[in-house]
Antibody, heavy 119, light 107 residues
Framework: QVQLVQSGAEVKKPGASVKVSCKAS????????VSWVRQAPGQGLEWMGW????????NIKKKFQGRVSLTTDTSTTTAYMELRSLTSDDTAVYFC????????????WGQGTLLIVSS | DIQMTQSPSSLSSSVRDRVTITCQAS??????LNWYQQKVGRAPKLLIY???NLEAGVPSRFSGSGSGADFNLTISSLQPEDIATYYC?????????FGQGTRLEIK
Protein backbone atom coordinates (compact mmCIF):
# COMPACT_ATOMS: atom_id res chain seq x y z
CA GLN A 1 0.00 0.00 0.00
CA VAL A 2 1.02 3.62 -0.42
CA GLN A 3 2.97 4.67 2.65
CA LEU A 4 5.23 7.45 3.85
CA VAL A 5 7.40 6.70 6.87
CA GLN A 6 9.19 9.53 8.62
CA SER A 7 12.24 9.62 10.82
CA GLY A 8 11.94 9.73 14.58
CA ALA A 9 11.48 12.50 17.09
CA GLU A 10 14.21 15.08 17.58
CA VAL A 11 15.27 17.38 20.40
CA LYS A 12 17.43 20.31 19.35
CA LYS A 13 18.88 23.42 20.94
CA PRO A 14 18.08 26.89 19.64
CA GLY A 15 20.25 27.79 16.69
CA ALA A 16 20.73 24.19 15.60
CA SER A 17 19.46 22.47 12.45
CA VAL A 18 17.34 19.39 11.91
CA LYS A 19 16.86 17.14 8.90
CA VAL A 20 13.71 15.03 8.69
CA SER A 21 13.41 12.14 6.26
CA CYS A 22 10.31 10.74 4.59
CA LYS A 23 10.57 7.31 2.93
CA ALA A 24 7.89 6.66 0.29
CA SER A 25 6.74 3.24 -0.90
CA UNK A 26 3.87 1.63 -2.78
CA UNK A 27 3.79 4.00 -5.77
CA UNK A 28 6.02 5.47 -8.48
CA UNK A 29 7.88 8.13 -6.54
CA UNK A 30 8.44 10.54 -9.42
CA UNK A 31 4.78 10.75 -10.49
CA UNK A 32 3.82 12.69 -7.39
CA UNK A 33 5.43 15.49 -5.42
CA VAL A 34 6.09 15.70 -1.69
CA SER A 35 4.71 18.44 0.49
CA TRP A 36 5.71 19.41 4.02
CA VAL A 37 3.25 20.67 6.62
CA ARG A 38 3.81 21.43 10.28
CA GLN A 39 1.52 21.56 13.28
CA ALA A 40 2.50 23.39 16.46
CA PRO A 41 1.15 21.93 19.72
CA GLY A 42 -2.61 22.33 19.86
CA GLN A 43 -2.62 24.37 16.67
CA GLY A 44 -3.71 24.00 13.06
CA LEU A 45 -1.86 22.99 9.92
CA GLU A 46 0.77 25.18 8.28
CA TRP A 47 2.08 24.45 4.79
CA MET A 48 5.84 24.87 4.51
CA GLY A 49 6.58 23.98 0.92
CA TRP A 50 6.72 21.26 -1.68
CA UNK A 51 9.04 19.59 -4.12
CA UNK A 52 8.36 18.07 -7.52
CA UNK A 53 10.22 14.79 -7.34
CA UNK A 54 10.71 14.39 -11.12
CA UNK A 55 12.73 17.61 -11.49
CA UNK A 56 13.42 18.81 -7.92
CA UNK A 57 11.55 22.06 -8.54
CA UNK A 58 10.50 23.57 -5.23
CA ASN A 59 8.18 26.18 -3.76
CA ILE A 60 8.73 27.28 -0.18
CA LYS A 61 6.46 29.52 1.88
CA LYS A 62 7.99 32.97 2.17
CA LYS A 63 8.39 32.85 5.95
CA PHE A 64 10.63 29.77 5.63
CA GLN A 65 12.71 30.89 2.67
CA GLY A 66 16.38 30.90 3.57
CA ARG A 67 15.84 28.49 6.47
CA VAL A 68 14.31 25.44 4.78
CA SER A 69 15.81 23.09 2.24
CA LEU A 70 13.74 20.44 0.48
CA THR A 71 15.48 17.61 -1.35
CA THR A 72 14.78 14.13 -2.62
CA ASP A 73 16.79 11.03 -3.37
CA THR A 74 14.95 9.20 -6.14
CA SER A 75 17.22 6.15 -5.82
CA THR A 76 15.89 5.54 -2.30
CA THR A 77 12.47 7.21 -2.82
CA THR A 78 13.15 9.44 0.16
CA ALA A 79 12.37 13.11 0.66
CA TYR A 80 14.14 15.34 3.14
CA MET A 81 13.30 18.59 4.89
CA GLU A 82 16.07 20.51 6.62
CA LEU A 83 15.21 23.41 8.91
CA ARG A 84 18.00 25.67 10.18
CA SER A 85 18.44 28.34 12.86
CA LEU A 86 15.85 26.70 15.08
CA THR A 87 13.92 28.62 17.73
CA SER A 88 11.34 27.49 20.25
CA ASP A 89 8.65 28.59 17.77
CA ASP A 90 9.72 25.69 15.55
CA THR A 91 8.58 23.16 18.14
CA ALA A 92 5.94 21.22 16.22
CA VAL A 93 5.05 17.97 14.51
CA TYR A 94 6.35 17.95 10.95
CA PHE A 95 4.46 15.95 8.33
CA CYS A 96 5.38 14.96 4.83
CA UNK A 97 2.62 14.05 2.41
CA UNK A 98 2.34 12.77 -1.11
CA UNK A 99 1.28 15.70 -3.28
CA UNK A 100 -0.92 15.34 -6.35
CA UNK A 101 0.34 17.78 -8.96
CA UNK A 102 -3.11 18.30 -10.48
CA UNK A 103 -5.60 18.74 -7.66
CA UNK A 104 -2.94 19.65 -5.13
CA UNK A 105 -4.27 17.26 -2.53
CA UNK A 106 -2.03 15.70 0.10
CA UNK A 107 -2.53 11.97 0.66
CA UNK A 108 -1.37 9.91 2.36
CA TRP A 109 0.60 11.67 5.06
CA GLY A 110 3.55 10.40 7.00
CA GLN A 111 3.07 9.64 10.66
CA GLY A 112 4.68 12.92 11.68
CA THR A 113 8.01 13.78 13.31
CA LEU A 114 7.97 15.65 16.61
CA LEU A 115 10.61 18.34 16.89
CA ILE A 116 11.24 19.94 20.26
CA VAL A 117 13.49 22.98 20.37
CA SER A 118 14.64 23.72 23.88
CA SER A 119 17.74 24.96 25.63
CA ASP B 1 -2.11 35.04 1.29
CA ILE B 2 -5.65 33.63 0.99
CA GLN B 3 -7.30 33.38 4.40
CA MET B 4 -9.56 30.40 5.05
CA THR B 5 -12.13 30.78 7.80
CA GLN B 6 -14.02 27.78 9.11
CA SER B 7 -17.16 27.84 11.20
CA PRO B 8 -17.95 26.78 13.74
CA SER B 9 -14.62 26.30 15.52
CA SER B 10 -16.15 23.49 17.51
CA LEU B 11 -19.35 21.53 17.25
CA SER B 12 -21.14 18.95 19.39
CA SER B 13 -23.80 16.79 17.76
CA SER B 14 -25.61 13.52 18.32
CA VAL B 15 -25.10 10.25 16.50
CA ARG B 16 -27.14 10.16 13.27
CA ASP B 17 -27.39 13.96 13.13
CA ARG B 18 -26.67 15.81 9.90
CA VAL B 19 -23.61 18.01 10.39
CA THR B 20 -22.37 20.86 8.19
CA ILE B 21 -19.04 22.66 8.48
CA THR B 22 -18.45 25.78 6.43
CA CYS B 23 -15.25 27.20 5.00
CA GLN B 24 -15.01 30.69 3.55
CA ALA B 25 -12.10 31.94 1.47
CA SER B 26 -10.96 35.57 1.51
CA UNK B 27 -11.26 35.63 -2.29
CA UNK B 28 -12.68 33.58 -5.13
CA UNK B 29 -10.83 30.25 -5.34
CA UNK B 30 -13.12 28.54 -7.86
CA UNK B 31 -13.24 24.83 -6.88
CA UNK B 32 -9.67 24.71 -5.56
CA LEU B 33 -10.53 23.30 -2.16
CA ASN B 34 -9.81 20.06 -0.30
CA TRP B 35 -11.08 18.73 3.05
CA TYR B 36 -9.17 16.66 5.59
CA GLN B 37 -10.04 14.77 8.76
CA GLN B 38 -7.54 14.57 11.61
CA LYS B 39 -8.13 12.30 14.57
CA VAL B 40 -6.30 12.92 17.82
CA GLY B 41 -2.65 11.95 17.62
CA ARG B 42 -2.90 10.99 13.95
CA ALA B 43 -1.94 12.48 10.62
CA PRO B 44 -4.63 14.19 8.54
CA LYS B 45 -6.53 12.13 5.98
CA LEU B 46 -7.94 13.39 2.69
CA LEU B 47 -11.75 13.27 2.50
CA ILE B 48 -12.81 15.51 -0.39
CA TYR B 49 -10.82 17.01 -3.26
CA UNK B 50 -11.68 19.68 -5.79
CA UNK B 51 -14.53 20.83 -3.50
CA UNK B 52 -16.91 17.95 -4.14
CA ASN B 53 -15.07 14.77 -5.15
CA LEU B 54 -15.10 11.99 -2.58
CA GLU B 55 -11.72 10.36 -2.09
CA ALA B 56 -11.70 6.60 -2.68
CA GLY B 57 -12.53 4.63 0.45
CA VAL B 58 -14.18 7.54 2.27
CA PRO B 59 -17.72 6.73 3.48
CA SER B 60 -20.49 8.16 1.32
CA ARG B 61 -22.01 10.01 4.31
CA PHE B 62 -19.30 12.63 3.67
CA SER B 63 -19.93 15.16 0.92
CA GLY B 64 -18.53 18.50 -0.17
CA SER B 65 -20.14 21.40 -1.98
CA GLY B 66 -19.59 24.99 -2.96
CA SER B 67 -17.51 27.08 -5.30
CA GLY B 68 -16.09 30.57 -5.44
CA ALA B 69 -15.53 31.57 -1.82
CA ASP B 70 -18.04 29.50 0.15
CA PHE B 71 -17.79 25.78 0.77
CA ASN B 72 -19.44 23.13 2.93
CA LEU B 73 -18.48 19.75 4.27
CA THR B 74 -21.53 17.71 5.25
CA ILE B 75 -21.80 14.47 7.19
CA SER B 76 -25.26 13.11 6.46
CA SER B 77 -25.49 10.83 9.50
CA LEU B 78 -22.86 11.37 12.19
CA GLN B 79 -21.12 8.26 13.46
CA PRO B 80 -18.98 7.87 16.62
CA GLU B 81 -15.86 7.29 14.52
CA ASP B 82 -16.28 10.75 12.95
CA ILE B 83 -14.96 12.43 16.10
CA ALA B 84 -12.06 14.48 14.73
CA THR B 85 -10.92 17.92 13.67
CA TYR B 86 -11.73 18.88 10.08
CA TYR B 87 -9.66 21.23 7.94
CA CYS B 88 -10.26 22.88 4.60
CA UNK B 89 -7.29 23.68 2.35
CA UNK B 90 -7.15 25.98 -0.67
CA UNK B 91 -4.79 25.47 -3.56
CA UNK B 92 -5.82 28.27 -5.89
CA UNK B 93 -2.79 30.39 -4.96
CA UNK B 94 0.49 29.84 -3.19
CA UNK B 95 1.08 29.69 -0.34
CA UNK B 96 -1.26 26.78 0.30
CA UNK B 97 -3.41 27.71 3.30
CA PHE B 98 -5.63 25.77 5.66
CA GLY B 99 -8.62 26.77 7.72
CA GLN B 100 -8.11 26.88 11.46
CA GLY B 101 -10.01 23.64 11.94
CA THR B 102 -13.41 22.56 13.26
CA ARG B 103 -13.41 20.23 16.22
CA LEU B 104 -16.35 17.81 16.09
CA GLU B 105 -17.56 16.04 19.22
CA ILE B 106 -20.38 13.64 19.97
CA LYS B 107 -23.02 14.72 22.50
Amino acid sequence: QVQLVQSGAEVKKPGASVKVSCKASGYTFTTFGVSWVRQAPGQGLEWMGWIRTHNANINIKKKFQGRVSLTTDTSTTTAYMELRSLTSDDTAVYFCARWDLGYNWFDPWGQGTLLIVSS
Amino acid sequence: DIQMTQSPSSLSSSVRDRVTITCQASQDISNSLNWYQQKVGRAPKLLIYDASNLEAGVPSRFSGSGSGADFNLTISSLQPEDIATYYCQQYDNLPITFGQGTRLEIK
